[in-house]
């Protein structure tokens, strides 16, 4: 069997894997990382996306084994060491962008990854980053909203009486 | 100065740290040690007959422990069916059994034949393809119509036909409806289909069963919106084990919309294997397998009358609906088209004559039941739609014809039983004006023409029927359960308080918004109050969340429960000061004897209570810690109004939606951006059942949109941002909150504005379609533009065609190599 | 998934004596592995070619631009920017964010989904497949629905793709695959205009003549007309007669794409 080391959130891991090891299952199973969810099995759904050298990537669809020397983050890897929450997460409880939980470990991932490649993107390009994620609960109104605030930019304020 | 705490302020969501750092804890995200792994073989034909089923190979495999079949739960109970309908002729519903495992025949795909345990799930799963069920198969029926001809192969061979029942409501108005047609001055006719949907939590079901030898305890973890149902249902009429010796927990719950509320198969299986192995054994649905496992919703072909006068006055309506059960009868199926549906077809309107005629019909596909709305989407997508037709025909402006008929003074006794306790059609009406600009809307038209775009606006009314549900009532109509909800308000020495609760947060919030109601009555920081909910060993008899019932009828036992606590606290408080009990007030956590100033902390009395040196133990007892249940007296009745602005591609007949206005009733709101959240919510699914859910089978019943390579999620680019107000607001006048509910509108609310609009925009453009079945995609629209008739009218199978994405693109490389 | 085991090379040597044997290629997998999932490929040995250097990124020349087969989506979509705007925004659109980051343009290429987005570009550019052992002109690479001229264990390790004057795709998206439903690339040339249909044909991409010899004559809009021959493909979500009467609203749009400069369109929601 295979022996994979990476980073993942910063720790230095290894172990065995098989071939058919997906990435989520190293990570849920191996190293009991729960946060990444795994909602789909035709790789669509995004609730497994994770970071691999910076990059979003759906942990379902890669093998633990060709991440040999990865760097992985995940939704556990994304708060800081004194438990603040990042931006992109704060900006999620403030703007109410979950409902669930279950979409969410992936669209913080996923909006996390899009203020990285596009500091201030607009609303359509804000949707359109999001294409390869699915939630159920939200409409993905205050998902919009919350990545958009993330940013810096301006947005509606919840609802208030 | 907006609320910051307590009823009316949006409070940040407590639960939404854990979810979003990654620390939920979901069913799958519980191993129990030791445990084992089931993976079930499901039938790939609809309807087969099981000759016999050789597991000698799969047996024989690597980890596996023990293969079931039916043959195994012969002597268990199926799992049970909650309502009983009884159809027009005053019979029972015709209600077959619904094994653990296939017996005798499989009766859709996805139908479990055997089940492997294993000592993982690879290898439960390799074992499962080992496994060889000698099928006969037997021709399916799927199309509705089909089912109940004559000669129709039937589904179950112990029953007399394929009909479950043929259900009229208000049969003693059926004649008073017909003659109310034969005198209409204008009658408008409309045959369609509401299509079948996949519920789709992101998070598939998973169950894991537990069991101590040793005390003869049974645990289930469970993705359940409702653990308390799931325990009585499953332990008294699966498998026969007394509530005392059975815990269900559904912890945090991925998502819920209705197909979390039933008793599934698997969970009993687990159960039950947990106990027959001495192992835990734990069940993970893929995708693949919750769109063949799930209870599927909607599903309805109907044909609908509306008769109106010579000045357009609704005068009768009449409705013919054929409503899918498929296989078998899921928990609640056959509640969902009759008594959440024919009560609701009034509307908001004063129709004096209502007769809603409904065949719930056994197929060859997955069994049908409760989807986020369930019965009343379909009520109010059909009668929406029929109204605008009508306006059309007539010539008229469809919102004025909707408002010269709308219900004005309250309560309203409808014809269809149910009593409107209070509403304000104008009111919300008048909302959805002004915030939708509908002023504007000739000016976007002229915009989008000018982009050569042809734009349409549609707008709908919805009423519905949520806090579900008075228990004396429902028994009468045939519910085998009682519908009220409770709660234990648990106050601790030093003041902070503990609330346990039969409603299940899945998604709504409960942990925050029920939070703000106990701390907003005794005048305490929201921190103060913590929410516990989902495990039956901790929580008191439930009901659960569904029904858009949650602080309707939990949050009055949770208020009842309260008062009993401040009741109680004020007797400790008025021992404390020597004052007459009748004096006592609470503000803002603090006792005061009024006209004077004394006063005594919250955090006193709840410390003499727990340690009662100084303390009236001749008249009470010690400890604050009380329980309601709360029945409620009617149902809340949220209403509202919705526009919807769409633009068509002339060239791809590609629907988008531009703006979307929602403006609902819902009473008093605890917290405005929960409510929110949970109207958006709505609107996506209801948009998504509009122009991209189809869950479709072909003729031989397969499925076809078995993944997500084929059933149309929307996502975020479907959508655009949301205009919702719940500023119109008549609190109901029969629960102590004044909630309605807010769940399930958006849901119920959209779907006919969308397909109005569409209406409405092909017509700006001269085609002069009548109605389009949903989902309106592209093709569908195109062919409609075209002179086509797309489906129009036409039960299951829902596709003309056996492909499908998946399996050309998923497929495909494996046939090469 | 049936158990296999995984080989990584890192040289395109070694992956080619590794594929010498029962063993299948894994490019970026994001077709692949939920096949393997559904277990309809029992492949016995995969061979990552993720880790082979030689067989990535994208480099421009006199004759050409060359993209090597390893090379993912959102790569490509960067490197083609300024070279072939038209293909980069193809690039940049194919499903989405993560899959882009894996998924690469050999492995698509190699697939030859009939609704994939890559071999639109390449038929549509008249590109040149690179394998390990020789080189092969689009015209002859794509032989139908998932049907290519490699032969087993054959590597695609570049494309070379000339530039053109101007170019633009267009698609309709299936909104629950996010694969085309039909889309159109389009290319001018100094010789003649190229166009390519996907998504819509059972015989899998394809070259609409016709469609190429009106805009070699005029590259206007206006000038498609007429639909294509051939048997379309029918689904869930769009009749043969829908993705017939798709192929030229596409094309069309695809050139005044090409006109604008804008690289191309994607049918969206809201």
């Not at chain 3, 009939?114 to 032989?143: H, K, M, N, Y």
Request: charge should be negative; aromatic fraction near 6%.
């Amino acid at each position: 069997m295979p022996q994979v080391s990476m980073t993942v959130n910063g720790r230095a891991v290894s172990g065995e894997v098989e071939g058919r090891t997906l990435l989520v299952e190293f990570l849920r199973e191996g190293l009991r990382l729960t946060g990444t969810h795994v909602g789909c099995d035709t790789s669509q759904c995004g609730a497994c996306a994770v970071h691999v050298d910076g990059k979003l990537v759906k942990a379902c669809t890669a093998f633990a084994a060709e991440l040999d020397g990865a760097e992985v983050t995940t939704i556990e890897g994304m708060a800081g060491a004194d438990g603040s929450l990042s931006a992109v997460q704060q900006a999620f409880q403030d703007y109410h962008g979950l409902q669930c939980g279950f979409c969410t470990p992936g669209m913080v991932m996923a909006g996390a990854a899009l203020l990285e490649e596009n500091p201030r993107p607009s609303e359509a390009d804000v949707r359109q980053y999001l294409e390869g994620n699915i939630c159920r609960c939200t409409g993905y109104h205050n998902i919009v909203k919350a990545i958009m605030a993330a940013s810096g930019q301006e947005v509606e304020p919840v609802a208030a009486e | 100065m907006p609320k910051d705490t307590g009823i009316g302020a949006s409070t940040k969501r407590r639960e939404d740290v854990r979810f979003l750092t990654g620390k939920g804890r979901y069913t799958d995200d519980i191993d129990v040690r030791g445990q084992a792994h089931v993976v079930f073989l499901r039938s790939d034909v609809a309807h087969a007959r099981i000759g016999g089923i050789d597991t000698s190979e799969a047996e024989a495999m690597p980890g596996v422990i023990r293969v079931f079949t039916g043959r195994d739960f012969e002597g268990v109970g199926g799992l049970p069916c909650g309502w009983q309908i009884t159809d027009r002729h005053g019979q029972p519903m015709q209600e077959p059994a619904h094994p653990v495992l296939a017996q005798g025949k499989v009766r859709h795909v996805g139908d479990p034949i055997a089940a492997v345990v294993a000592e993982t799930r690879q290898q439960a799963r390799d074992a499962a393809e080992a496994i060889m069920p000698d099928l006969e198969e037997l021709p399916a029926v799927i199309d509705m119509k089909a089912a109940l001809a004559e000669d129709a192969p039937k589904v179950h061979d112990d029953l007399t036909s394929n009909l479950c029942y043929d259900w009229g409501f208000v049969e003693e108005n059926k004649a008073a409806t017909d003659e109310a047609f034969a005198e209409a001055a204008h009658v408008t006719t409309l045959e369609l289909v509401n299509n079948r949907l996949i519920a789709n939590p992101m998070e598939p079901r998973v169950a894991v069963g537990d069991f101590n030898a040793a005390t003869g305890d049974h645990t289930l973890y469970t993705t359940s919106q409702n653990p308390h149902v799931i325990r009585l249902l499953m332990g008294a009429f699966v498998l026969g084990i007394p509530e005392h010796k059975l815990r269900v927990v559904a912890p945090d719950v991925g998502g819920g919309f209705g197909t979390k509320i039933f008793h599934y198969a698997e969970e009993a299986f687990c159960t039950f294997a947990a106990k027959a192995l001495g192992r835990p054994v734990k069940w993970t649905s893929s995708r693949s397998e919750a769109f063949m496992s799930d209870a599927h919703g909607r599903d309805h072909v109907t044909k609908i009358e509306l008769a109106l006068d010579a000045q357009n006055n609704f005068t009768a309506l009449r409705t013919e609906t054929y409503a899918n059960m498929g296989a078998y009868l899921s928990t609640f199926a056959p509640s969902v088209p009759t008594w959440l549906h024919g009560t609701l077809m009034a509307g908001n309107y004063r129709t004096p004559l209502v007769y809603v005629n409904v065949k719930a019909v056994f197929t060859n596909t997955v069994p049908v039941d409760a989807y986020r709305g369930a019965g009343r989407p379909e009520a109010t997508f059909q009668l929406e739609r029929v109204i605008d037709l009508a306006a059309r025909e007539l010539g008229v402006d469809p919102i004025a014809l909707r408002r010269q008929n709308f219900i004005t003074e309250f309560p309203y006794q409808t014809p269809v039983a149910v009593e409107y306790d209070t509403g304000d059609y104008e009111g919300t009406m008048k909302v959805l004006e002004e915030k939708a600009d509908l002023a504007g809307f000739a000016a976007r038209r002229k915009e989008s023409e000018a982009k050569g775009k042809m734009r349409g606006l549609g707008v709908n009314c919805y009423i519905e029927a949520c806090g579900i549900a008075p228990s004396k009532l429902v028994g009468q109509l045939g519910a085998r359960a009682g519908l009220y909800e409770s709660a234990t308000v648990r106050v601790n020495a030093t003041g902070g308080i503990t609330v346990m609760t039969g409603s299940h947060s899945h998604g709504q919030g409960h942990e925050t918004s029920f939070a703000q109601v106990v701390a907003d009555m005794i005048g305490l920081p929201e921190d103060m109050v913590e929410i516990e909910h989902g495990d039956t060993a901790n929580t008191p008899m439930g009901m659960g969340t569904y029904g858009s019932r949650s602080l309707a009828v939990g949050g009055s036992a949770m208020v009842r429960a309260t008062e009993k606590i401040v009741a109680k606290a004020k007797k400790i408080a008025a021992h404390l000061m020597e004052a007459s009990e009748g004096d006592i007030e609470l503000k803002d956590g603090t006792f005061t004897v009024a006209g004077t100033d004394k006063e005594v902390a919250w955090g006193d009395v709840t410390l003499a209570a727990y340690v009662p040196h100084n303390y009236p133990l001749e008249e009470i007892e010690p400890g604050l810690e009380e329980t309601a249940f709360y029945d409620p007296n009617n149902f809340t009745y949220p209403a509202g109004a919705y526009a919807c602005e769409v633009e068509v591609d002339p060239e791809t007949g590609q629907v988008t939606v531009e703006r979307f206005t929602a403006a609902d009733d819902f009473g008093n709101v605890v917290n405005p951006m929960i409510v929110e959240g949970q109207v958006h919510g709505g609107l996506a699914q209801g948009i998504g059942q509009a122009l991209l859910e189809s869950c479709a089978y072909d003729e031989e019943g397969q499925l076809l949109s078995a993944s997500y390579m084929d059933y149309a999620m929307p996502r975020a680019h479907d959508l655009p941002m949301f205009t919702v107000d719940s500023s119109s607001r008549t609190p109901c006048t029969h629960n102590p909150l004044g909630v309605k509910g807010c769940g399930e509108a958006g849901a119920i609310g959209s779907p006919p504005s969308v397909v109005n609009a569409v209406i409405d925009a092909l017509h700006s453009g001269g085609h002069r379609v009548g109605h389009i079945d949903m989902p309106l995609t592209p093709a569908r629209v195109w062919a409609a533009m075209n002179g086509a008739v797309p489906n129009m009218g036409a039960a299951q199978p829902a596709a003309r065609t056996d492909a499908t994405t998946e399996a050309r693109s998923v497929g495909g490389p494996a046939t090469r190599t | 998934m049936y158990a296999f085991d995984i080989e990584r090379p890192t040289s395109l040597a070694d992956a080619k004596a590794l594929l010498a044997g029962e063993a299948q290629a894994l490019g970026g997998g994001q077709t692949l592995i939920p096949t393997l999932k559904q277990r309809l490929a029992d492949p016995g040995t995969l061979v990552c070619l993720s880790g082979i250097a030689e067989m990535k990124g994208v480099t421009s020349g006199p004759d050409g631009v060359a993209i090597g087969g390893g090379t993912t989506h959102a790569e490509a979509a960067e490197g083609l920017k300024d070279a072939i705007p038209g293909l980069a925004y193809l690039a940049s659109r194919i499903g989405d964010p993560a899959v882009r980051n894996r998924g690469t343009i050999g492995g698509s290429l190699a697939n030859d989904d009939p609704s994939a987005c890559w071999p639109a570009g390449a038929l549509g550019l008249g590109a040149t497949i690179v394998t390990d052992a020789r080189e092969i002109a689009a015209d002859d690479f794509f032989q139908g629905m998932f049907t290519t001229a490699l032969e087993d264990g054959e590597i695609v390790t570049a494309v070379r793709f000339p530039v053109p004057e101007a170019s633009a795709y267009s698609k309709m998206i299936q909104p629950a695959s996010r694969f085309p439903l039909v889309a159109a690339f389009v290319a001018r040339f100094p010789d003649g205009v190229r166009v390519a249909i996907t998504g819509a044909s059972e015989d899998g991409v394809f070259r609409w003549r016709e469609a190429e010899g009106a805009l070699s004559a005029d590259f206007s809009p206006e000038v498609v007309t007429g639909q294509p021959e051939g048997p379309m493909i029918a689904d869930l979500h769009g009749t043969a007669d829908y993705r017939r009467h798709l192929c030229a609203v596409m094309t069309r749009r695809a050139v005044r794409a090409a006109l604008d400069g804008t690289g191309g369109l994607s049918s969206a929601g809201a």
